[in-house]
């Protein structure tokens, strides 16, 4: 269970395929990061929830299966690539984010980007089948960052584009600083939503 709230960012050094998955190697950017961190213990990879293998050097191993990069952003990354991290969180430290999973619902894309005086607007494009899991200013998990849905830009019947507003302090300390418009995105849609749809039927 995660919070949202991207501890560190992280840099791919290295990817490794196997068969229908893939081993990464990744460096957090905090020289500490890991010292509290051992072999079994989860780990969110751009809101992805993984298990770190290995630890080796100020480095950690995950291995991705096909199910996995198949629902999330993880099978594009590469060396170089900047991934968001977060630990698991502790039932005795605030909630600052919201309730977070680790289970990706769907990828979107970047639509745009607007850059504002100090601020920054990022617009999400993802399939309209996802539509009843959203609402204006309801909470939602972008590339692992807890976010508001500022507004729902347009709705069609093939997608939905929504707007997040960022503040210069998660601009610099996550991989949003990197997006340009086609990346693809990791979605977690709130769980308490999702809950209530399926007690309505209206998901399966």
Known sequence: MFTGIVTDTGKVIKTTPRGDSIKFTIEPT??????DRKKGDSIAINGAC???????NGK???TTVNESLSKTNLGNLFKG?????EKPMKM????DGHIVQGHVDATGKVYKVKQLKDSW???????????KN?????????????????EIVKETSK?????????PHTYSATNFRYLKPGDKVNLEFDMLGKFVLRILGKIK
Request: overall charge positive; glycine content about 4%; charged content about 20%.
């Open 134 to 150: 959203i609402i204006y200013v309801g909470s939602i998990s972008v590339n692992g960052i807890s976010l508001t849905i500022a």
């Open 50 to 56: 993984m298990t770190i293998e290995a630890i080796r």
């Open 159 to 167: 997608s939905v584009i929504i707007k997040v507003a960022i503040i």
């Open 92 to 95: 005795h430290e605030s909630l």
């Open 81 to 85: 690539s900047f991934v968001n991290l």
């Open 121 to 131: 607007e990022f617009f999400f494009e993802f399939p309209a089948k996802f539509r």
């Open 60 to 62: 950690f191993e995950f």
């Open 30 to 35: 905090k020289k500490t990061y890991l010292k």
